[in-house]
């Protein structure tokens, strides 16, 4: 990686900063952050304004450039290859790090007094704005919206928006029409109180219409915004996708309908002129719902004394908890998934003591599985395939720099999954294809004891998953280890692989209660600098729990794992588990031979079949 | 219990409401929150405003007296004392339930145009006060200061102020003279670059100088503030207790000293002037720092841009972390309160079968006990003591019209603990006088397990006690079963029996990490209303832990028990533990054999040791 020569970009960039044609008045300094106007975590390439002008492409980090500097904040993950993709124009702040300053008190260290600090509006959050510009304002600066956006400016090559055709999903996939979806809004509308709901996030969009894209690579969503009223529906789309017949008609765009739920299409740059419109037309009392995440130029169009703003909207909430067509569909796709992964663990196992077998070559094998499966649409996201050391890295993506060749003597890690149309995966799974060291068992075994007493947890109704986070760690506490990355995250259906508003983890985020029909994943891991990672990660169903007694009548819940792919026996340290644990190890196997070995049967796949057949023999008695 | 008659004196606060001589204009709502102007958990009969104002005596609620209404805020544990307490003239706002509304919503909804709101400033801290400002002025009013309590000009016979005399702790006691202290104070200050810290909380002053009191009951405190320079000294109190030669010698006040720890003595009520002189001396860049908690008065006395405020004050966290000397008067004071708890579970076990020990008779016969150990000085606070149903009334505390007699057919719940000179206790046994059924055993075994797997955690230093509060729950979870308050609470050394800056609760508040020195309880429980409680606490102190690995060489804590009092084994279904839970009720009862026992033996409490020795008998292998 050689780093990219910014000097020419930063001096443009730093013309346009006091060229009128693009700000009001000239700004001292200007934030380019990471996200997009809907703040995805994956975005589009047109919208990685950070990486063109700085080089480094992490999927974190904020860039800020005054006259005199030009620094880069990022978080631990990418210290390194921040600073391997940039060249010396830039200051790398690493965040996290008790000397680094903050971006707002970095820019009141090194502005002139009175200076304007200028941001796209549309591509920071409300909520971040609110903060930088209070301490910016009590030092006499000011943070102030630029509404041209300055990268876009001098990017002459920029790539076009992505306006891919787009699918849509009948009652079979998800369980309920957007009629219905749009009636449900209103009535939660209704009690609170609101009369207009603003969806910004893609992936609400795409849930609430029933349709899905390619706008976003591993993310099926597609640009726009919707504006719900108690009476009205607009959306705002580009391009010539609505002419699609399937698209006008899974809409109902030319039927006679009740006005309430006609949908209105506007284009997708309108929607701060029609939000201002409504803004200005509000009676009071009447409130519009908003994420408190959504852009600063959005919520700003409506004002102040008229928004509600929540951190999860109804729509992230209710997209949440899976109902029975979507968990029926979540299941299909990961038994297909566990087919493709069968045959690649089957694959694996014949090649890789020939050495030819690549980090990348895995990845791509089981991509090639993957897309042999019934209704495969693309992966859900950049499969982490690792081995030796590289698997302690835990956002690992192999490169041609990196990429390390599997063999007998080391751990092989595999983090990967698909969007299939029926459901979204993602699982790990870490083997040896030689023999594992005792420590390499020992550690193993830790880190399955932690996913089991997750999984096999019970909890009260209403719990939320950050209360679980320490029962993945005990096992590896106990003996002085334990790994820096949260447990589970929630699970989109055929979405994106990761969504709010549940997971598990040790930092303490707002995360809404665990409900039944809720899906997470279960991943703890540990991992050696230098040696080796080790994660397993099943995705998970929240369900309901029977148990012995029910206090307050509250109800129990547990999770069913939708994962089913055998998790290595030979790494297993038998003596290091409990009767239970062996117990739910045995069940898991059997359950994968059931429901996996038939559908292995049925696609006549009977090499992988004699392979997972052989992976899920019970683990024998404790001594 | 009748509920007090607020006609007239709610008749003659409306007056003062209006009344020039006390407000300078009328108020239409006056506020009276629980608190006194050190924002204590327990306070002093003088500081029982709400409860003058109401009746209502419970540890919390804020009254809000308007021209029209008079209006109680509490929460669940109080609903049906408040009810009884309270006449007709006053509405119960319960806190908790979906349809009552914030004190500040109500008051907008009941409030004429432009209304004033009173409260004093001294009462109220100041991060309610911007909360509660906000909302009032987007409503069009204002919060405003009122200067003289509005309750006291009305409490015609108030009580006096307390001003006891004080207790010196020499160097043995508290490990650190104050003048260390104090230097290690201003070196914090200097790595935060602040000038000034204002010392607010009863206990971090009786820290700061190692001096005790006794204004509060169960809490050893005084009533003082102090303003501490990087070169002076300022201590706010009352009374000619600083007359006292012992405390003049134990300050220094008479000696010739460097002027850095020269202690210039104050009166209590001229804390606001002072520190407004101090606000109006500061140069720019000399912050003044604050707990965040601390009062509206004394924090608007510092201009909002020299202000530094935390939630908790370096005194705070420097007073949690217990050096030698506490550590080990902690330990004393543990000893000396189970030979004291041996001796009363010996006497109850002759005397309940006779039918006349009732709980009050058992709380009095556990002081008395306790009041025969060296160096005892009060209760740590209120005992409950309670049988049968009221054990499943969690913050219960016995009086006569609940009065109930102890027998062999019930559960006895008795939570309790003293302060002694040289340390604080607090511990919770759970006894059956005659034979506990099956289903009574086995929720005892779960909320054993919880304790244990909290006791026996080990955890990586660094970890906040929150994470470790679902080790305590998982087993009753298992069944279906939960207790509905917090694990544990941070513990003084001859201080207030809670307090901060740790904890290990659900509820996801900002504690600090846990670390070696700290003090903690640990406390799960199980109720079932109407027919029993149990819960098991011991107080612990935070130690390394030694393990196999060390990840990122960052060390591991866990818990070493101080409180050491049989845990009955007549309650224990020795099935439902597994063998490790097994060895650790052996060597917890082994160590409460070692060291308790030597010291019944060399105080001649020959009875009493045999029943420990009986009680702490090892458990049976299991089958």
Known sequence: ???????????????????????????????????????????????????????????AGTAIVTEQHAAMWTDGRYFLQAAHQMDSN???????????????DWLVSVLPEGSKVGVDPFIIPADQWKRMSKVLRSAGHDLVPVKENLIDAIWTDCPQRPCKPLITLDLSYTGVSWRDKIVALRSKMAERKVMWFVVTALDEVAWLFNLRGSDVEYNPVFFAYAVIGMNTI??????????????????????????????????????????????????????????????????????????????????????????????????????????ALCELFNWLEKEVPKGTVTEIVAADKAEEFRSQQKDFVELSFATISSTGPNGAIIHYKPVPETNRTLSV???????????????TTDVTRTMHFGTPSAYEKECFTYVLKGHIAVSAAIFPNGTKGHLLDSFARSALWDCGLDYLHGTGHGVGSFLNVHEGPCGISYKTFADEPLEA???????????????????????????????????????????????????????????????????????????????????????GRHEALRWLLRETEPLAPLQ
């Not at 997009?36 to 080089?55: K, L, M, T, V, W």
């Not at 830039?90 to 707002?104: H, N, S, Y």
């Not at 391009?239 to 299409?265: C, N, W, Y």
């Open 409 to 423: 003597n080391e751990i092989y890690l595999l983090d990967s999954g698909a969007q299939y149309r029926d459901g």
């Open 234 to 339: 607009r959306l705002f789309i580009d391009g010539d996708r609505m002419m699609d017949p399937a698209v006008r008609d899974h809409l109902q765009l030319d039927s006679t309908l009740e006005p309430e739920f006609k949908i209105q299409v506007m284009p997708y740059g309108s929607i701060l002129s029609e939000l201002q419109a409504v803004g200005a037309g509000l009676s009071p009392k009447e409130k519009v719902w908003l994420s408190d995440k959504a852009s600063y130029a959005l919520t700003e169009a409506i004002p102040k004394a008229y928004r509600y703003l929540t951190p999860y909207t109804p729509i992230c909430i209710a997209k949440a908890v899976k109902n029975a067509a979507e968990t029926e569909g979540m299941r299909r796709a990961h038994i297909k998934d566990a087919v």
């Open 517 to 603: 029909g809720m899906i997470v994943s279960d991943e703890p891991g540990y991992y050696e600098d230098g040696s080796f990672g080790i994660r397993i990660e099943n995705v998970v169903l929240v369900i309901p729990a029977e148990t012995k007694y029910n206090f307050k009548n509250r109800g129990s819940l547990t999770f069913e794992p939708l994962t089913l792919v055998p998790i290595q026996t030979k790494m297993i340290d038998v003596n290091l588990l409990t009767e239970k644990e062996r117990h739910w190890v045995n069940e898991y196997h059997q359950q994968c031979r059931d429901v996996v070995g038939a559908e292995l049967e049925r696609q």
């Open 1 to 59: 990686m050689s780093p990219k020569i910014t000097t020419e970009l930063l001096k443009h960039l730093r013309q346009v900063m006091k060229n009128p044609r693009y700000v009001q008045e000239p700004v001292q300094a200007y934030i380019v952050p990471s996200g997009d106007a809907h703040q995805s975590e994956y975005i589009a390439p047109c919208d990685c304004r950070r990486a063109f002008i700085s080089g480094f492409d992490g999927s």
């Open 90 to 104: 830039w200051t790398l702040m690493k965040m996290g790090l008790k000397d680094t300053p903050t971006q707002e």
